[in-house]
């Protein structure tokens, strides 16, 4: 269920810059962020959201209490993003089973490949928890880019468009730490 063309492996020293992620997620016309901590994002991503008054961030303790209420704001006709990291993702697989698989539901969710390495697919990982993230959601039906430079970020407004016209889940699996907005690493 990948995007081919997403899913091409970015070169080792490419980058992933976590601003011109921010503005994909605005353009998309997301929301809320709902967000569990996540080692991978959190200075690139997480805590820029955290202080971005044009979001609205909101942290809960559990991955799967990030489905239910990215799926109660998808009935209030509000578009929100889920993030967290592959070690979450796998512990909250029944929620995506049941909320936004079966009941077709626009979870959009931007998950972390902690300690992914840089330019190599998650499926040829050395890391067995990302190895088989594709395959499950594969498996579930639920349609997934990766994010490795900011060569892929024109993946995220259309993926998040899909997800709400079609009324079902998307993952957007972040292949590498992003640069903090305003680092000129």
């Known amino acids: 269920m990948g995007d081919a063309e997403t899913n091409l492996i970015a070169p080792v020293d490419a980058e992933l810059h976590g601003g011109l992620i921010i503005d994909a ?28 008054n044009e979001l609205r961030h909101v942290r809960v303790c559990k991955e799967d209490e990030a489905i239910g209420v990215s799926a109660a704001l998808s009935l209030c006709d509000q578009r929100s993003l ?24 626009p979870i959009c969710m931007m998950v972390g490949l902690l300690s992914k390495e ?43 468009d899909e997800a709400y016209k079609n009324s079902c889940p998307i993952v957007l699996l972040i292949g590498r730490p992003p640069i903090p907005p305003g680092d000129s690493s």
């Open 82 to 105: 889920v993030l967290i990291q592959y070690t979450g993702l796998l512990d909250s697989i029944n929620a995506v089973r049941g909320v936004a698989v079966e009941y077709e539901m």
């Open 118 to 160: 840089p330019g190599v697919a998650p499926t040829d990982s050395t890391k067995y928890g990302i190895k088989i993230v594709e395959p499950i959601l594969d498996a579930m039906g639920v349609a997934h880019h990766l994010i490795e430079s900011d060569a892929d970020l024109d993946a995220i407004v259309p993926a998040i």
């Open 25 to 52: 997620i605005k353009r998309s016309g997301v929301q809320t962020v709902v967000t569990v901590p996540d080692r991978t994002t959190a200075s690139g991503l997480l805590q820029p959201i955290a202080r971005d």
